[in-house]
């Protein structure tokens, strides 16, 4: 019985579209920059699913080749945000993204 | 099978993710999103997609997940930080406002048009999917043909991201070199 439902690609879509959602709340909510980094990585993985799932709905192959470029992009993205955290919290200990409002008007 | 390959990478993935945004060790939290990263992977290998698989394994689960890990423990920000209290008032609620509102939107477009969706998908290509290494020679053939520039762009954008890093976390001592 159960083994007659296969999942459709809407299933998938569903579950990115939940997974973006979660990640959109962990950067409000968050506080610690380093966890709200990894919330933009959640929202990130939830489009590159989409894109996936799309471009096997659509028997195109360029939506993994977007997906390709989105990771590289992430990769770099990754490495020069760790390198701004690292660098200002070189200067204060305390961990959280309100104490940094020297910018603030 | 599909079914439940499907619902344990759901179940992985949607764990993952409630425990990157309320576990308070950020330690526990980046082990959270390996979770997720993995459950990502199997749904890319039940879309046929093996090669981003493997490199959603090894850059995301393994590069920048350690990097993140490693930055952790550099700063040493790995105990548990207390995440009851609630520094702007209501953000919170209006936090899951916000991010049900995100989700409930898509989901709603999605559901109004399912119709172009919905289809079970039958691999990329099917004439040649039956070779073990289909996937990677389509992607390649439109990586190098197609998306040239942007894959010779891309290796630009690592170059600049990785000095700019090493300019950004270095210590600057030449003013007291100049004395």
């Known amino acids: 019985m159960l083994s007659t439902i296969a999942p459709t690609n809407t299933w998938y879509l569903v579950l990115a579209a939940v997974l973006f959602g979660i990640g959109t709340l962990g950067v409000m909510v968050r506080r610690n920059p380093l966890v709200m980094f990894m919330c933009i990585e959640l929202m990130l993985n939830a489009v590159n699913l989409t894109f996936v799932t799309l471009a096997t709905a659509m028997s195109d192959i360029n939506g993994q080749v977007v997906v390709f470029f989105v990771m590289v992009v992430a990769a770099a993205e990754v490495v020069v945000g760790l390198g701004i955290i690292v660098s200002i919290m070189r200067r204060r200990t305390a961990a959280t993204a309100d104490d940094l409002s020297a910018l603030k008007g | ?179």
Do not use: C
């Not at chain 2, 390959?5 to 308070?24: D, E, H, W, Y």
């Not at chain 2, 995301?60 to 423990?73: D, H, N, Q, R, T």
């Not at chain 2, 930080?81 to 209501?90: K, L, N």
């Not at chain 2, 270095?170 to 003013?175: E, P």
């Open chain 2, 1 to 179: 099978m599909e079914l439940v390959v499907f619902v344990l990478a759901a179940a992985m993935v949607l764990v993952g993710a409630i425990g990157v945004i309320t576990r308070s060790n950020p330690v526990h939290a980046a082990l959270s999103l390996v979770l997720t990263l993995f459950g990502i992977a199997v749904m890319f290998v039940s879309h046929e997609a093996h090669f981003l698989a493997a490199v959603q394994v090894i850059v995301y689960a393994g590069a920048i997940v350690v990097l993140f890990l490693f930055v952790i423990m550099l700063l040493g920000v790995d105990r548990s930080e207390d995440i009851s209290i609630e520094p702007i008032t209501a953000q919170r609620p209006l936090a899951a406002i916000v991010g049900l509102g995100v989700s409930g939107i898509v989901i709603a477009a999605l559901v109004s048009s399912r119709s172009a969706i919905s289809t079970s998908g039958d691999g990329i290509d099917a004439s040649t999917v039956d070779a073990a290494d289909a996937n990677i020679r389509q992607l390649a053939r439109s990586i190098f043909s197609n998306n040239v520039f942007a894959f010779e762009i891309t290796s630009v954008l690592l170059i600049v991201a990785v000095i700019g890093t090493v300019l950004m976390a270095r210590r600057i001592k030449l003013r007291e070199a100049g004395k």
